[in-house]
């Protein structure tokens, strides 16, 4: 996981040992001098309790496969598992099946069997092919250590075997129809030295990819959420550059100064993707940010959203998203705000069908007849919305 836990070691990697060190690229998409070490094959279970932790999580990822919680969007599935394959290799890639589900959490994980789920909060706060690739970096860290296994089997041994992956949730969802999806892997801890190990990893993964290494603006920007967090619950701003010792987390701060360290050894050699990013994740924006914008976190999603905007630019889409997390929100002033919102989008052409939705909610809201116009124009625009018979009927009954 990368979002909850720190490791304080950066020592060195005990993942080479010392054969990848030689200079020159292991092929010519790798640029860097890092080299991946020969690839041994998928990782075999060993043992009565591996196999057991195997099949229950093989058992988990047919339903996970089922579940109505997962992202099917296939260009976008496509993109973000080429960006797996680049970073990891061909062959480590091929031993590694992706989800991306739809959950408002900065998160993702790799499981011991290979099951890589990817929360689409994950997609929301990321603004380039290259940040992508730190953080699918280190979750392959995690899995090529076998970090998430040694958690499991101490789970096991304790007698809490299935509460490992409390993925019950989701199991739930899919077999009662829920939508609501539940994925808590909250009981894989890592320790401090194994987020120190993959973060490490990660970093010369990228470096030995064609992506640029560029994680500390992941973290910089987790730490500013954080502090818009704070500032909207009223709690005490807290220093992101220490770590107490009863603390099993990190402070971000440091993860983002090692990478600041590491990027500037590196250079900034290697692609960004940032344009490319952004394409392939403006079709899904609505669905990317949907847990985000509904939630009850305004000052975390406003932060994502606007965080998004300066540096991929504001697309209709995004200003409409934005309009509805203020119209949701719904202060006097929200509905200013919104109706400013979605009317930029509009002017910004190709915006949503839920700009013309949004705008007229609001006038409507504020007393505005011409609230109807707008509302005329969604339904022209998506006569067949879950919600356009709904809409029909406020057209219908007003004055
Ligand atoms: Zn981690």
Not at 140 to 153: I, K, P, Q, W, Y
Request: charged share 25%; hydrophobic share 45%.
């Amino acid at each position: 996981m990368i979002g909850s836990l720190f490791g304080r070691g950066m020592g060195l990697l005990a993942w080479l040992g010392g054969i990848g060190l030689a200079a020159g690229p292991a092929d010519g998409a790798a640029a860097g001098p890092f080299v991946r070490p020969p690839y041994a094959g998928a990782y075999e279970p060993q043992g009565v309790d591996e196999r057991g932790l195997w099949m229950d999580l093989d058992e988990f990822e047919r339903d996970l496969g089922q579940s109505p919680g997962v992202v099917r969007d296939p260009g976008l599935n496509a993109f973000v598992r080429q960006v797996l394959c680049d970073t990891v290799g061909a062959d480590r890639c091929g031993a590694l099946r992706c989800y991306i589900v739809a959950d408002s959490r900065f998160n993702a994980f790799m499981a011991p069997n290979g099951m890589t789920v990817i929360y689409t909060g994950l997609l929301a706060r990321l603004h380039s092919q290259a940040e992508l690739a730190g953080v699918l970096g280190h979750e392959f860290a995690h899995f090529e250590r076998r970090h998430s296994l040694a958690g499991a089997l101490r789970q096991r041994s304790a007698g809490n075997w299935s509460a490992w992956i409390s993925l019950l949730g989701v199991l739930t969802a899919v077999r009662t129809g829920a939508v609501r999806q539940e994925l808590q892997i909250g009981l894989i801890a890592f320790t401090r030295g194994q987020e120190g190990e993959a973060d490490a990893l990660a970093a010369r993964l990228v470096e030995g990819s064609r992506f640029r290494l560029a994680m500390a603006a992941v973290w910089r920007r987790a730490i500013e959420e954080d502090d818009a967090l704070r500032r909207e619950k009223g709690l005490r701003r807290v220093r992101h550059d220490i770590t107490s010792l009863a603390d099993d987390h990190p402070a971000d701060g440091q993860r983002m100064a090692m990478f600041a360290a590491e990027e500037l050894r590196v250079g900034s050699r290697g692609l960004d993707g940032g344009a490319e990013y952004a394409a392939a994740t403006e079709p899904e924006l609505p669905l990317l940010f949907a847990a985000l914008v509904r939630g009850r976190d305004f000052a975390v999603a406003d932060y994502v959203l606007r965080s998004r905007g300066e540096a991929l630019g504001w697309s209709g889409a995004l200003l409409t998203l934005r309009g509805d997390l203020f119209r949701l929100r719904g202060h006097p002033r929200d509905l200013v705000t919104a109706e400013e919102l979605f009317g930029q989008a509009i002017a910004a052409g190709r915006a949503p069908p839920e700009a013309w939705r949004g705008l007229g909610l609001v006038q409507l809201r504020r007393g505005n007849a011409a609230g109807k116009a707008a509302l005329a124009s969604y339904l022209t625009l998506a006569p067949s919305a879950a919600d356009a018979p709904l809409i029909r009927n406020l057209l219908d009954s007003g004055p």
